[in-house]
C-alpha cells in the first residue's frame, strides 16, 4: 500500500532515539504543527542520507521556523543493517540531531505509507494530507550540484496559501532494507 498525493497519512505510534527531543514515543499527531509536517524515511548507514545529514538538519530548522513539525522514521533491518539499530540511531541522534528519530522496527509504518527509499520526504499540510512527496532536491550526495529545492519549494508553497507546484519527485537514494 503507498499513500499518494492528496490521502490522509496513516497514524504511527514509534519509540524516539532522539531523547533530547523530549517525548520516548511520538504518534503522528505528536509530530504536526500548526502547519503540517514533514516526514523523512532515513537511516544511518545510506551513504545518500550520509551525504544530505547536513541539509537535513538544515531542512527541519526551517521547517520548525516556520510552523511545521519534522520527523526522520528509520525502517531498516536492524538484524541485516546493524548500523541502523535503535542503539545506533540513539547515537546519531546525540551527535546534534534537532529533530526526532523514530524507530519502526516492524516496519509496519513504512509499508503503511509506502516508503521505498531513503531519504525520502513527506510533507503533510495542517490536515495530515500529503501534498508533497519525493526528494529533497535533484543531488542528495553532493550538495554543490543540486539544481532543484523541491521539498523547500512545496514548505515555501503551503506557507503562502498555495499548492506546490510540483506534488511527488522520484527519491534518489537507497532503498528501505526489508526484512
Given amino acids: 500500500m503507498t499513500i499518494q498525493v492528496g490521502d490522509k497519512a496513516p497514524n504511527y505510534s514509534l519509540k524516539n532515539s532522539n531523547a533530547s527531543e523530549g517525548k520516548e514515543v511520538l504518534t503522528l ?27 537535513i538538519n538544515a531542512m527541519s530548522e526551517y521547517c520548525r ?9 528509520n525502517s531498516n533491518d536492524p538484524v541485516n543493517y546493524p548500523a541502523d539499530s535503535f542503539e545506533n540511531m540513539v547515537k ?41 512527496r519525493g526528494r529533497m532536491d535533484d543531488s542528495p550526495r553532493d550538495p554543490t550540484q543540486a539544481t ?16 506546490p507546484a510540483v506534488t511527488s519527485t522520484v527519491s534518489i537514494g537507497c532503498s528501505v532494507k526489508w526484512k
Avoid at 33 to 49: A, K, L
Avoid at 65 to 73: A, Q, S, T
Avoid at 106 to 122: H, I, K, L, M, Y
Fill in 29 to 55: 499527531s505528536d509530530s504536526m504543527n500548526e502547519n503540517g509536517c514533514v516526514i523523512v524515511f532515513e537511516c544511518n548507514h545510506c551513504p545518500y542520507v550520509v551525504a544530505s545529514v547536513d541539509r
Fill in 65 to 73: 521556523e516556520r510552523g511545521f513539525g519534522f520527523v526522520g522514521i
Fill in 92 to 132: 546519531r541522534a546525540e551527535s546534534g540531531m534537532p529533530y526526532p528519530y523514530l524507530h519502526d522496527p516492524t516496519q509496519v509504518t513504512a509499508t503503511a505509507w509506502g516508503a521505498e527509499r531513503t531519504p525520502e520526504f513527506f510533507l503533510l499540510d495542517s490536515e495530515g494530507v500529503v501534498v508533497y
Fill in 148 to 163: 532543484t529545492s523541491e521539498l523547500k519549494d512545496a514548505v515555501d508553497a503551503l506557507i503562502s496559501g498555495a499548492s
